[in-house]
């Protein structure tokens, strides 16, 4: 799995990992990077590259989200990322989300921080990435947003 659809799968697990709080279904989550911070050693160039990568128009995912789903750990939906992420802090209430995660992969590890609103059927956040991927320490900034889109299937 590439890191893009790492993130926004863990965008879109993130919001689905309240009881009640959502509606089950069909979502769509669309991350965008709004910033980079790379290291110096980095060249400019690859620096821009990933901007126009992972910027723009930004990456949409589509994931199925049951009533099962909802009723578990956020843990539990972090399984549809290959275990790469494991929340430390996690609240969804009154229509606000804050979670902090910490992400494995065969690259390295980043320190994650969400936050931000949602609705039954619609949610928008602020995701940084905090880490070394193997270049140096970095920090990504995301904009996600998310909507229901309606039954799975």
């Given at each position: 799995?590439?890191?893009?659809h790492?993130?926004a799968g863990?965008?879109?697990?993130?919001?689905?990992?309240?009881?009640y709080?959502?509606?089950?279904?069909?979502?769509?989550?669309?991350s965008?990077m709004t910033?980079?911070?790379?290291?110096a050693?980095?060249?400019?160039q690859?620096?821009?590259?990933m901007r126009?990568?992972?910027?723009?128009?930004?990456?949409?995912?589509?994931?199925?989200v049951?009533?099962?789903d909802l009723e578990?750990?956020?843990?539990?939906v972090?399984?549809?990322?290959?275990?790469?992420?494991r929340?430390?802090?996690?609240?969804?209430?009154?229509?606000?989300i804050?979670?902090?995660?910490?992400?494995d992969?065969?690259?390295?590890?980043?320190?994650?921080?969400?936050d931000?609103?949602?609705t039954?059927?619609?949610?928008s956040?602020t995701?940084?990435?905090?880490?070394?991927m193997?270049?140096?320490?970095?920090t990504?900034?995301f904009d996600?947003?998310?909507?229901?889109?309606?039954?799975?299937?």
């Open positions: 799995m590439n890191r893009k790492v993130i863990m965008a879109a697990a993130a919001i689905a990992t309240s009881a709080a959502i509606e089950p279904g069909n979502w769509e989550a669309t965008r910033d980079i911070q790379l290291p050693s980095v060249p400019p690859a620096a821009d590259m126009q990568i992972m910027g723009g128009e930004g990456t949409t995912v589509q994931n199925c049951t009533q099962e578990n750990s956020p843990e539990r972090f399984e549809e990322t290959n275990g790469e992420c929340y430390t802090e996690f609240q969804m209430a009154g229509g606000t804050h979670a902090v995660a910490q992400c992969n065969d690259q390295g590890t980043m320190n994650m921080t969400m931000g609103t949602y039954d059927t619609t949610y956040m995701t940084s990435m905090q880490g070394d193997g270049m140096g320490p970095m990504m900034t996600v947003t998310g909507q229901r889109l309606g039954p799975c299937g």
